[in-house]
């Protein structure tokens, strides 16, 4: 994604087991899982299952609105029906040429322009990371956001295709202007890059 950075994904167990995943290169450490040998063209459909949230509040850090949950978290599967919708038609019925979409925000943090009054969202069990501020050197409090999402066969279960990714905020970034602009951008971003993987996995065969 431009002007941010993705930095290396804590894994929060909504897609275990974690087997056959792989960063997608040397300067991108997200993770992406490819079935090999899938027929991708015998998929049609999609199923969007309703996003799940990691979240654990953690002593020191104010709470965050359970409407700005609600509302990223409306947003996110949002953009994933419509970027799936230019793939697939979305079904509500599973069936053999279903694909099943499960995805979870795993984390997320919104951008204070004050930064020792950053507001955390932390997920699962990871810890918040300390030193990021002193890595940036910045006193602004940067917009983070990460995801963990996989397709699978409606029928059998099998797992297709699974994405892991973190977003950390930039300087750069206009939308640190807004408190949830870079986890919006983040989750906007996501469904796009996967709408254009999953075309790409259509229009060659066998490609990993």
Not at 22 to 39: D, F
Not at 68 to 87: C, H, S
Not at 178 to 199: D, H, Q, T, V, Y
Request: aromatic share 10%; charged share 20%; hydrophobic share 40%.
């Amino acid at each position: 994604m431009a002007a941010g950075g993705c930095g290396r994904p804590e894994l929060s167990g909504f897609l275990e087991p974690y087997t056959g995943f792989h960063e997608i290169s040397k300067i991108n450490p997200n993770l992406e899982y490819v079935q090999p040998g899938v027929n991708w063209g015998a998929y049609r459909k999609v199923r969007i299952a309703k996003v799940l949230a990691y979240v654990q509040p953690t002593a020191g850090y104010r709470p965050v609105y359970p409407d700005d949950l609600k509302m990223l978290i409306g947003q996110f599967e949002y953009e994933l029906v419509e970027a799936f919708g230019r793939v697939f038609e979305v079904t509500r019925e599973p069936g053999p040429d279903v694909l099943d979409v499960r995805a979870a925000v795993t984390r997320l943090r919104p951008t204070s322009l004050a930064g020792n009054t950053a507001v955390w969202i932390v997920p699962g069990s990871m810890a918040v990371t300390a030193g990021y501020q002193a890595i940036t050197n910045s006193s602004l409090a940067l917009g983070e956001a990460g995801i963990e999402l996989e397709l699978t066969d409606s029928l059998t279960g099998v797992r297709r295709y699974g994405f892991v990714a973190l977003h950390l905020g930039s300087s750069l970034e206009l939308e640190q202007l807004a408190r949830w602009g870079i986890a919006e951008k983040a989750l906007k971003g996501w469904a796009e890059l996967l709408e254009e993987r999953l075309r790409f996995l259509r229009a060659h065969p066998g490609s990993p």
